[in-house]
């Protein structure tokens, strides 16, 4: 093996492949949407050089990219923070039984494989005013709101409705992380810290979040790239409506390609977001650092 490390010739046969289809199907992209963010770009016509003309327009006249940015940022947030608390909490519970430990996991991932088109479609009919919820709750006298027409406030009702649907749908992702690193964690650690006299509580704070913390890193980057990213729920639950109050980045940039078919206004919108996911992804790994313990 050691012969084999110090062939170059062998390493870059091996690599070659990889390299070569990792830089076709990820940075030839990336650099054809640079320049096609720099373009004015339709459906029928090529592409025609125009500097920062679409930034510009981004940022100073479409008011629907501030909202995008907006939602984006909360739905980020929001993700994140019950994202983690609820999912390491259901994390800690299910690794601390033995009956049952299985059906609970299952139930809380299923959500996860499910087709999120069919659950934007299942809770918009959940929510629809006239059937579903409101119907439920006009049988014990209460009339319900317009789960998915609100227009007013910072951030409407339907991103409230929406960012909790996306909870109970991927929570058992987060869950499933934090169980597989706190089961490998040896049960010694545990006892010993019984032993000298810490409460579950204590050892909660001093054993087990200290060493899921590289899990904890994976888990918000994962968290914070998939919201920023966010699409097919809530295009599924509202198509960015109403009056545009719903759209985040991804639903903004599928419009403005797909629906209106200028393609270099949406590759702007695409460019910000990278840089978003980029920047966030930076934040955290300098943000959150990670001990190495012996255990």
């Known amino acids: ?18 390299f070569i289809l990792f830089t076709l199907v990820l940075f030839v992209p990336i650099l054809q949407v640079i320049y096609y963010s720099l373009c ?19 940022f100073t006249s479409d008011e629907t990219m501030l909202t995008a940015l907006k939602n ?19 994390a800690v519970l299910l690794t601390n039984i033995k009956k049952g430990r299985n059906f609970f996991k299952n139930i809380y991932y299923l959500p996860c494989v499910l087709s999120s088109a069919a659950l934007g479609l299942l809770w918009a009919f959940m929510f629809n005013p006239k059937m579903g919820l409101n119907q439920i709750l006009a049988c014990i006298g209460i009339e319900g709101p317009m789960w998915l027409s609100e227009t007013s406030g910072f951030i409407t009702l339907p991103m409230w409705v929406i ?17 597989a690193q706190i ?28 060493l899921i913390k590289p899990m904890m890193i994976t888990s918000i980057s994962l968290n914070c790239i998939g919201s920023l990213k966010f699409f097919d729920l809530i295009y599924n639950m509202t198509q960015g409506g109403p009056n545009n109050t719903t759209h985040v980045l991804a639903t903004h940039l599928y419009e403005q390609g ?3 078919f200028k393609y270099g206004y949406s590759s702007a919108i695409a460019v910000v977001l990278l840089i978003l996911c980029l920047l966030v992804t930076f934040i955290i790994n300098k943000c959150i650092k990670v001990d190495t313990y012996e255990v």
């Open 1 to 18: 093996m050691d012969k084999l490390l110090r062939n170059k010739k062998a390493i870059v046969i091996f690599i070659a492949p990889a």
């Open 40 to 58: 004015e770009y339709g459906a029928l016509t090529k592409p025609e050089f125009i500097g920062l003309d679409n930034y510009i327009e981004l």
């Open 72 to 90: 984006s940022f909360f739905f980020m947030i929001f993700s994140v923070i019950s994202q983690q608390i609820v999912g390491l909490f259901l």
């Open 163 to 179: 960012a909790f649907v996306a909870l109970w749908q991927y929570v058992g992702q987060n869950m499933m992380l934090y169980m």
């Open 183 to 210: 089961m490998g964690i040896s049960r010694d650690v545990y006892e010993a810290s019984y032993i000298d006299g810490a409460s579950p509580a204590k050892s909660f704070i001093y054993i087990t979040l200290p």
């Open 258 to 260: 797909f629906k209106y």
